[in-house]
């Protein structure tokens, strides 16, 4: 063989006895076959066969496997966000003159997606209340398609019951689906609950360390998976071996990072509650929260990101006294090694519902750093915000 032919092709080696703890990573945009008469009929390989890089490869399969295991579904797909994760989990299954019902605290790039994208092919977009049962019941009627959940909702932490929402959403024929990316499949199973489709934000605790962006949908029964896959083909979404690895990887030590995420997150809650300029702390964990009840008997666990709402007039003191903290970063996101804190806007996000406190409140994520120094950062947050105010 000439030198160039042997640049390009790739020698075979011996890989017996080599067995490694790491997934291999499978590039592929190409997959070969072994004979003319394989690739005329690659076809018959099946939908869970590989036949091009975009459907899949072992890396990624090893990784949907994990997740399907976890949230107790049939089928998972890989995604390269988790906002794709919740466009994708609603265009196969919506249509002109269809209904779409979205939780008011639903992650508001979804409110975009409904009002700008589904508004748009005579989707009607309606919006009720994450926590009043009687609001979805009187919303829902025979043409609604989907009912979108987020439990807890994003920012203000409000809890669904899913078994009763998929009970009303399954009686008018509708699926249920549900963005689960506080929780993680740890700690939340509503494929269990009733719910058809679960999708999370792997950027966030799942892959664990603020430096990729993937989403997943998980289904519940197999009728879901061919609209779902051949959306993904036409679309041409699919995600990297690489990124699919680097999952994989924090995936493992994803149970040691949550539960040691939210032992400081309450730590932190009890100096925070204690504060004179704080209102509330939401997080579902604490026995103060309204959906506390349905936490403790639908959820195995908690995270570490919770929100502040401070006392009247004290808000519009907190982004300037941010710049004290050493400790936490600023930033979107969270679900990372390192603590964030980000103010959010409560009111330009809902419309169902109402809310009386401050239009800004103080989203916290905990990460792994030392327990004295996150404290002593929150500390100088809180007696600067008390001197500012
Ligand atoms: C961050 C987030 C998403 C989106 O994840 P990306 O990977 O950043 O697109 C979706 N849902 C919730 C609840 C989130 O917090």
Redesign the pocket.
């Known amino acids: 063989m000439n030198d160039l032919t042997q640049c390009v092709l790739t020698p075979d080696v011996n890989t017996d006895g080599f067995a490694s703890l790491g997934v291999a990573v499978h590039r592929a945009s190409t997959i070969v076959f072994e004979n003319a008469e394989a690739y005329a009929s690659r076809g018959k390989r099946g939908p869970d066969g590989y036949s091009y890089g975009l459907y899949g490869t072992p890396t990624t399969r090893a990784l949907e496997a994990k997740l399907t295991a976890l949230e107790h579904g049939v089928r998972t797909f890989l995604v390269p966000?988790?906002?794709?994760?919740?466009a994708i989990t609603m265009l196969p299954f919506l249509t002109s003159g269809d209904k779409v019902l979205i939780a008011d605290t639903a992650?508001p790039?979804?409110r975009d997606f409904a009002n700008a994208d589904l508004a748009r092919f005579d989707v009607e977009v309606a919006y009720y209340d994450p926590a009043n049962i009687d609001d979805l019941d009187r919303l829902i009627d025979d043409r609604t398609k989907i009912v979108w959940c987020?439990s807890p909702g994003?920012t203000t932490m409000e809890v669904q019951d899913l078994p009763a929402i998929s009970e009303i959403a399954h009686r008018h024929g509708s699926l249920v689906a549900c963005?689960n990316?506080?929780a993680t499949p740890l700690n939340y199973k509503p494929l269990t609950l009733g719910v058809d489709i679960v999708?999370e934000?792997?950027?966030?605790y799942v892959s664990g360390h603020s430096d990729l962006?993937?989403?997943s949908l998980s289904v519940k029964d197999e009728s879901l998976i061919a609209p779902i896959r051949s959306t993904l083909g036409r679309f041409g979404i699919g995600v990297s071996a690489d990124d699919a690895s680097l999952v994989l990887r924090g995936f493992e030590t994803l149970g040691v990072r949550m539960h040691h995420a939210f032992s400081g997150a309450m730590q932190l809650i009890d100096i925070i509650e204690r504060a004179d300029v704080v209102d509330r702390v939401l997080h579902p964990a604490l026995p103060s929260h309204p959906g506390h009840s349905i936490w403790k008997r639908d959820f195995l666990g908690a995270s570490g990101v919770f929100s502040v709402v401070f006392k009247p007039g004290v808000a519009q003191h907190v982004v300037p006294a941010l710049d004290v903290l050493k400790t936490f970063a600023i930033g979107a996101?969270?679900g990372g090694t390192r603590s964030l804190a980000a103010p959010m806007s409560v009111k330009a996000n809902r419309s169902a519902t109402a809310w009386s406190g401050d239009d800004l409140v103080l989203r916290l994520s905990v990460g792994l750093e030392d327990a004295q120094d996150l404290q002593a950062d929150i500390e100088a947050l809180l007696a600067e915000i008390s001197a500012r105010a």
């Open positions: 966000s988790g906002q794709a994760a919740n992650y790039p979804v987020e994003s963005d990316t506080w999708t934000a792997l950027t966030k962006l993937m989403g996101s969270w």
